[in-house]
């Protein structure tokens, strides 16, 4: 593993330092500065794009008011173009809307990881007014260790989230009344029910009856293995490389009952052995991640994708089906064609024995103000039933 980056400074006559943590894979910020409520939010804007970071030393509510108003400076319009620079721009290809709309996401994220809070070994902030943060802390970093961090204000906030998202939960109607899921931090939450709808009401393979053994590849919470097992499949085993989401997923299975129908692996994609059912939900969009979430949406170069269609005619028993959860966002933005994926399925020895479509019906599938909206408004969400080509 790569030894954790650390953040080194003088304050008061004396050399300073502590761990860097960060989520979305960002370097320490080349240069530090510590910044009080003396600091105005055009100055912070300036430091930030320029890449300083602003150690906070004043009162931790006044921290997020400061990050809020460099999110309104990020919203602002941009200036009009000048002749030079549209000189310039016609020189270079324009990038398409996802590579724009990633491209600000980047520096977005970026500008607002400047503001940075410093965590005393047990997790706790030495700033004025500063809520209670150890045990959000404690469940996405695991124990203390002795070392003081420095964090991200905009990433702290997501710690704070996720808390509040695994004490809470998640109701998944497909479950059952009133049935909850519980993400962990760095757990992408079952939030898009219509895909957990669709292997819900999808046609039980008869094969199930004799072998009645499923497998649940890339288990994330576990919502799909749970509901496999309230369906009747004798045998589920989930798999995934992500110890979190291992946690996670035997987590929500002992909450629901579930844990003796459930086994949990830790592996790439397949288990050992065969299953008359074998459900892969893999990340939509073929790009690079940025972060533990992001993880469950970006696969750069469709490997799992592609990795799941090669490896499943081995590990389907006889009459078995493979269900392959996906969206088709990726067409809508030109990162994949529809012709790719079928010729990837007949290309793994395969055939389509059914497909379900499910237009989704999350927010950002309405939000006309998402740069991603004609995208997402064409999007649909398609179980497709695979079979081995006879």
Same mark, same amino acid.
């Given at each position: 593993? #790569? +030894?954790?980056?650390?953040?080194? &400074?003088?304050?008061?006559?004396?050399?300073?330092?502590?761990?860097w943590?960060?989520?979305?894979?960002?370097? +320490?910020?080349? /240069?530090?500065?510590?910044v009080d409520?003396?600091?105005?939010?055009?100055?912070?804007?300036?430091? $930030?794009?320029?890449?300083?970071?602003?150690?906070?030393?004043?009162?931790?509510?006044?921290a997020?008011?400061?990050?809020q108003?460099?999110?309104?400076?990020?919203?602002? +319009?941009?200036r009009?173009? #000048?002749?030079?620079?549209?000189?310039?721009?016609s020189?270079?290809?324009?990038?398409?809307?996802?590579?724009?709309?990633?491209?600000? @996401? =980047?520096?977005?994220?970026?500008?607002?990881? @400047?503001i940075?809070?410093?965590?005393?070994?047990?997790?706790?902030?030495?700033?004025? /007014?500063?809520?209670?943060?150890? #045990? *959000?802390c404690?469940?996405? &970093?695991?124990?203390? !260790?002795?070392?003081?961090?420095?964090?991200?204000?905009r990433?702290?906030?997501?710690?704070?989230?996720?808390?509040e &998202?695994?004490?809470?939960?998640?109701?998944?109607?497909?479950l059952?009344?009133?049935?909850r899921?519980?993400?962990?931090?760095?757990?992408?939450? +079952?939030?898009?029910?219509?895909?957990?709808?669709?292997?819900?009401?999808a046609?039980?393979? %008869?094969?199930?009856?004799?072998?009645?053994?499923?497998?649940?590849?890339?288990?994330?919470?576990?919502?799909?293995?749970a509901?496999?097992?309230?369906r009747? %499949?004798?045998?589920?085993?989930?798999?995934?490389?992500?110890?979190?989401?291992?946690?996670? %997923?035997? !987590?929500?299975?002992?909450?629901?009952?579930?844990?003796?129908?459930?086994?949990?692996?830790?592996? !790439?994609?397949?288990?050992?052995? @065969?299953?008359?059912?074998?459900?892969?939900?893999?990340?939509?969009?073929?790009?690079?991640a940025?972060s533990?979430?992001? @993880? *469950?949406?970006?696969?750069?170069?469709?490997?799992?994708?592609?990795?799941?269609?090669?490896?499943?005619?081995?590990?389907?028993?006889?009459?078995?089906?493979g269900?392959?959860?996906?969206?088709?966002? $990726?067409?809508?933005l030109?990162l994949?064609?529809?012709? %790719?994926?079928?010729?990837?399925?007949?290309d793994a020895?395969?055939?389509? *024995?059914?497909?379900?479509d499910?237009?989704?019906?999350?927010?950002?599938?309405? !939000?006309?103000?998402?740069?991603?909206? *004609?995208?997402?408004?064409?999007?649909?969400? =398609?179980?497709?039933?695979?079979?081995?080509? =006879?």
């Amino acid at each position: 593993m #790569t +030894p954790p980056a650390s953040l080194t &400074w003088h304050e008061n006559g004396q050399t300073r330092s502590a761990l860097w943590v960060t989520d979305h894979r960002a370097r +320490p910020p080349s /240069r530090l500065m510590l910044v009080d409520d003396t600091l105005n939010a055009d100055t912070a804007y300036r430091l $930030a794009c320029e890449g300083t970071g602003l150690l906070w030393r004043g009162d931790f509510q006044n921290a997020r008011q400061l990050l809020q108003a460099l999110k309104r400076r990020l919203e602002r +319009p941009p200036r009009k173009k #000048t002749v030079l620079n549209k000189k310039r721009e016609s020189a270079h290809p324009a990038p398409s809307a996802f590579d724009a709309h990633r491209q600000a @996401q =980047s520096q977005r994220a970026r500008v607002l990881g @400047q503001i940075l809070i410093e965590l005393q070994p047990d997790y706790s902030i030495a700033l004025r /007014r500063a809520p209670s943060v150890q #045990t *959000a802390c404690l469940q996405a &970093w695991g124990p203390k !260790d002795g070392h003081v961090r420095v964090v991200s204000l905009r990433s702290l906030q997501g710690v704070i989230g996720a808390f509040e &998202w695994r004490k809470n939960g998640v109701e998944v109607p497909a479950l059952g009344e009133k049935l909850r899921i519980h993400p962990h931090y760095g757990v992408f939450s +079952p939030v898009r029910g219509e895909y957990v709808q669709l292997v819900a009401q999808a046609p039980w393979p %008869a094969a199930l009856k004799t072998h009645a053994v499923a497998f649940d590849i890339g288990v994330g919470t576990g919502v799909l293995s749970a509901l496999l097992a309230r369906r009747g %499949a004798g045998q589920v085993v989930g798999s995934d490389v992500s110890e979190r989401a291992l946690a996670c %997923a035997r !987590d929500n299975l002992q909450r629901l009952g579930l844990q003796n129908q459930v086994q949990l692996l830790h592996t !790439d994609l397949f288990p050992p052995g @065969q299953a008359a059912l074998i459900v892969c939900n893999p990340p939509w969009l073929p790009a690079r991640a940025t972060s533990l979430l992001e @993880q *469950a949406v970006y696969d750069e170069g469709s490997q799992m994708l592609k990795g799941f269609l090669n490896g499943l005619p081995a590990h389907l028993c006889p009459g078995g089906e493979g269900w392959l959860i996906l969206s088709d966002l $990726a067409e809508h933005l030109g990162l994949r064609t529809r012709e %790719a994926l079928l010729g990837w399925i007949a290309d793994a020895g395969l055939e389509v *024995a059914g497909r379900m479509d499910v237009k989704p019906f999350h927010a950002k599938a309405q !939000d006309t103000t998402d740069p991603l909206h *004609a995208a997402r408004s064409a999007e649909v969400t =398609s179980l497709w039933r695979l079979v081995v080509a =006879s």
